[in-house]
């Protein structure tokens, strides 16, 4: 985060700042394809999960 985001911005208040590291957040977590889950984003990798679980039953 700090070399991706924080080191490359200049923010012009506090309230810009705290939005841009939720802003970060949010898209790490949820939107960042993850290795771990074969290169889907995490949403993606739940609505497969969910999809399979309920065509199973």
Do not use: G
């Amino acid at each position: 985060m700090k070399e991706k985001e924080l080191y490359r911005t200049i923010y012009k208040s506090e309230r810009q700042f705290y939005e841009s590291v939720d802003n970060y957040i949010r898209f790490y977590n949820m939107e960042r394809p993850h290795s771990t889950l074969n290169y889907k984003t995490p949403n993606k990798f739940e609505l497969q999960y969910n999809e399979k679980k309920a065509s199973s039953t």
